[in-house]
């Protein structure tokens, strides 16, 4: 069965410093990535997609990037941290044909100070 | 633009009591609707999944309606539960993108 592993599962971490989320899929291959946000009382937020290794679709304008270096890995990293990047962050598969039916890791709670 | 709105906003129930979420939506060309629970700090965990020509979707005490004319959803959730207090958000597929739509969610909170 698929797996969807997600960390650090919080992270505090000062104005200005780097960041870097790590997510990886087991059993499947060749997902469909995604980064999500999550803001109180707000539906979940696109950040990033990716269809392939190196293929990222940007949604938003931010100070974040992402990037998927192996097949079942997607990393979500910001240079600088902003105030304003604090939340709590979700990323989820889904099988690259069909549905388009996401599986959500556990999230990870960013707080920048 | 495509959008999801869930209501009520939150809710309180007494254990063991019974009640009805409402999902109403825009998205076009509709592919499937999921009803997700997610419990505070954890990411969602899929309730049910309906199509186009389905009209409703159990799992357990969890049942899900879907309208597809009207554009609604309902999930219901019978005999109440204190594990049942939770967010419990509403996510619309259309067919052929990738760019799904949330809902807000509804929070639930389940009192003894």
């Known amino acids: 069965s698929q797996t969807i592993h997600q960390w650090p599962a919080t992270l505090v971490q000062p104005v200005g410093s780097p960041l870097s989320l790590e997510c990886t899929v087991e059993?499947?291959?060749?997902?469909?990535l995604y980064w999500y946000r999550q803001a109180a009382g707000r539906g979940l937020q696109l950040l990033f997609y990716s269809v392939g290794i190196g293929q990222i679709s940007s949604e938003v304008p931010q100070n974040l990037s992402a990037s998927r270096p192996q097949d079942r890995q997607f990393i979500l990293s910001s240079k600088k941290l902003l105030l304003s990047d604090s939340g709590f962050y979700l990323c989820?598969?889904?099988?690259?044909?069909?549905?388009?039916?996401?599986?959500f890791g556990a999230g990870s709670r960013l707080t920048v100070l | 633009k495509n959008q999801v709105e869930q209501s009520p906003q939150s809710l309180i129930i007494l254990e063991g009591k019974n009640c009805t979420l409402q999902?109403?939506?825009?998205?076009?060309?509709?592919?499937?609707l999921r009803w997700y629970k997610q419990d505070t700090g954890r990411g969602p965990v899929s309730l049910t999944i309906?199509?186009?020509?389905?009209n409703t979707k159990s799992n357990g005490r969890y049942t899900a309606t879907l309208d597809a004319d009207t554009k609604q959803s309902s999930l219901h959730i019978t005999a109440s539960q204190l594990s049942d207090s939770a967010s419990y958000i509403c996510v619309v597929s259309p067919w052929g993108d990738y760019k799904l739509s949330f809902g807000a969610g509804t929070t639930v909170t389940v009192r003894a």
């Open positions: 989820a598969w889904s099988i690259s044909s069909g549905a388009n039916v996401l599986t």
């Open positions: 059993g499947t291959s060749n997902p469909n």
């Open positions: 309906m199509t186009f020509s389905e």
């Open positions: 999902c109403n939506y825009t998205v076009s060309p509709f592919s499937n």
